[in-house]
């Protein structure tokens, strides 16, 4: 199991609220550290993230035919990647955002667009699963236009090694392949969680403790997510360990969802917690959907194991191995580097400064415990008539 991170806490605690600027500065330290930059430069090429999708999006729609992925480039230097299809070229152009005339590379030669992928990993994932005797989790990387398999790698080495497999798939899905070997285990992250949610089993009398995510709302009620298998019956603790008891509205956790509402008392703001600690808190100003999401996007989480950290989207269109959505997931997830993830974190927040972008479900964990990436449910699969609730101009 894994249980998702509080966002709110009751309106009598003191803390601090940050603003938009404060928040893209917090993330960017992280950013500068990460890649050694100043932080200067660091906040205006996360401003440029974020300002930069709807330029992005229209390069995306205007080349969707040929469209094989759109990446974020750090090192050695800050740009977006177009991967495309054919081989007629497609002149550097910019993108000025965050303050930064950013540069826009186009590279030709993709063996197919981005949709076919998409359209071969959704339908072959079982024959995929068959030709590689085993249960590998799989996705599509935007930065070389293949569908990624990551596999065991007693289970590549029985198929003949990375590379025969790699063509053996590819004739399968008539799409290019990359098979990666990863000793891996794929698993919900277990229930404890941020904003600390706590239950009993009534099946085993053991008390479990859980995270939440982002405050909802149904056009009449305020909610607050978790993650679809914890408990029923929760309870909210805010950091000074006071209980607010929490109301079960329901569940959503086949296939693409992993996603629990529970209502309580309607806070003042819609607010999430950023900080290890949990003492300073960030509106929830917008929301980012799947589709604007780019491999390399800089995003953050915050989960009660790990506290905050930040990390790169890596694989998009994301089916973890296993049966981990009442049966096999289908490929909606998204997966972001490690090293920060433990059981614990599942449900807390994945943000960007203060835009929204998901609820953390699950992980994918070396055989030394270690954490390779984990995945994350977009806030686009929220239950209907659920949305999220988006902080007020003040």
Same mark, same amino acid.
Request: net charge positive; charged share 20%; aromatic share 8%.
């Given at each position: 199991?894994?249980?998702?991170?509080?966002?709110?806490?009751?309106? $009598?605690?003191?803390?601090?609220?940050?603003?938009?600027?404060?928040?893209?500065?917090?993330?960017?330290?992280? !950013?500068?550290?990460?890649?050694?930059?100043?932080?200067?430069?660091?906040?205006?090429?996360?401003?440029?993230?974020? &300002? @930069?999708?709807?330029?992005? &999006?229209?390069?995306?729609?205007?080349?969707?035919?040929? #469209?094989?992925?759109? @990446?974020?480039?750090?090192?050695?230097? !800050?740009?977006?990647?177009?991967?495309?299809?054919?081989?007629?070229?497609?002149?550097?152009?910019?993108?000025?955002?965050?303050?930064?005339?950013?540069?826009?590379?186009?590279?030709?030669?993709?063996?197919?667009?981005?949709?076919?992928?998409?359209? *071969?990993?959704?339908?072959?994932?079982?024959?995929?699963?068959? $030709?590689?005797?085993?249960?590998? @989790?799989?996705?599509?990387?935007?930065?070389?236009?293949?569908?990624?398999?990551? $596999?065991? %790698?007693?289970?590549? =080495?029985? *198929?003949?090694?990375?590379?025969?497999?790699? *063509?053996?798939?590819?004739?399968?899905?008539?799409?290019?392949?990359?098979?990666?070997?990863?000793?891996?285990?794929?698993?919900? #992250?277990?229930?404890?969680?941020?904003?600390?949610?706590?239950?009993?089993? /009534?099946? @085993?009398?053991?008390?479990?403790?859980?995270?939440?995510?982002?405050?909802?709302?149904? +056009?009449?009620?305020?909610?607050?997510?978790?993650?679809?298998?914890?408990?029923?019956?929760?309870? !909210?603790? &805010?950091?000074?360990?006071?209980?607010? /008891?929490?109301?079960?509205?329901?569940?959503?956790?086949?296939?693409?969802?992993?996603?629990?509402?529970? =209502?309580?008392?309607?806070?003042?703001?819609?607010?999430?917690?950023?900080?290890?600690?949990?003492?300073?808190?960030?509106?929830?100003?917008?929301?980012?959907?799947?589709?604007?999401?780019?491999?390399?996007?800089?995003?953050?989480?915050? +989960?009660?194991?790990?506290?905050?950290?930040? $990390?790169?989207?890596?694989?998009?269109?994301?089916?973890?191995?296993?049966?981990?959505?009442? +049966?096999?997931?289908?490929?909606?997830?998204?997966?972001?580097?490690? /090293?920060?993830?433990?059981? +614990?974190? %599942?449900?807390?927040?994945?943000?960007?400064?203060?835009?929204?972008?998901?609820?953390?479900?699950? =992980?994918?964990?070396?055989? &030394?415990?270690?954490?390779?990436?984990?995945?994350?449910?977009?806030?686009?699969?929220?239950?209907?008539?659920? %949305?999220?609730?988006?902080?007020?101009?003040?």
């Amino acid at each position: 199991m894994l249980c998702a991170l509080l966002t709110v806490a009751p309106a $009598a605690v003191a803390q601090s609220v940050q603003t938009r600027g404060e928040a893209l500065a917090q993330d960017a330290q992280e !950013y500068a550290r990460i890649y050694g930059v100043p932080l200067t430069e660091a906040i205006r090429r996360l401003a440029a993230q974020h &300002d @930069s999708v709807a330029a992005i &999006d229209a390069i995306a729609e205007r080349y969707r035919d040929r #469209l094989a992925g759109i @990446s974020i480039q750090h090192r050695p230097d !800050y740009r977006f990647i177009v991967y495309l299809t054919g081989t007629a070229p497609v002149p550097l152009r910019w993108v000025e955002a965050g303050g930064m005339r950013v540069p826009v590379q186009f590279r030709t030669g993709a063996k197919a667009s981005r949709e076919r992928v998409v359209w *071969a990993l959704t339908n072959h994932q079982a024959a995929i699963r068959a $030709a590689v005797q085993s249960n590998p @989790s799989m996705g599509v990387d935007p930065r070389t236009g293949e569908l990624v398999v990551i $596999a065991g %790698s007693t289970a590549v =080495a029985k *198929a003949g090694g990375a590379a025969a497999l790699d *063509a053996r798939l590819t004739q399968l899905t008539g799409v290019p392949v990359q098979v990666r070997a990863l000793d891996q285990v794929d698993r919900n #992250l277990g229930p404890q969680g941020g904003g600390r949610l706590d239950g009993t089993d /009534p099946a @085993s009398g053991k008390r479990y403790r859980c995270t939440s995510g982002f405050l909802v709302t149904d +056009g009449a009620r305020t909610g607050i997510t978790t993650a679809a298998h914890c408990l029923d019956d929760l309870s !909210y603790f &805010d950091p000074q360990r006071r209980a607010t /008891p929490l109301s079960f509205v329901g569940q959503w956790g086949w296939g693409y969802h992993d996603v629990q509402i529970h =209502a309580g008392p309607a806070p003042a703001r819609p607010l999430f917690f950023a900080d290890t600690a949990r003492t300073i808190q960030r509106p929830v100003e917008g929301q980012r959907s799947k589709s604007s999401t780019r491999a390399g996007d800089f995003v953050c989480h915050r +989960g009660e194991s790990t506290g905050y950290s930040c $990390a790169e989207v890596t694989l998009l269109d994301f089916a973890p191995a296993g049966e981990l959505c009442g +049966g096999f997931c289908l490929p909606t997830w998204v997966a972001v580097s490690g /090293p920060t993830c433990k059981q +614990g974190d %599942s449900g807390g927040p994945v943000f960007s400064g203060t835009t929204a972008l998901g609820i953390v479900k699950g =992980a994918t964990f070396r055989p &030394d415990g270690s954490c390779a990436f984990y995945f994350y449910m977009s806030l686009d699969y929220l239950p209907t008539p659920w %949305s999220l609730l988006v902080d007020m101009p003040r």
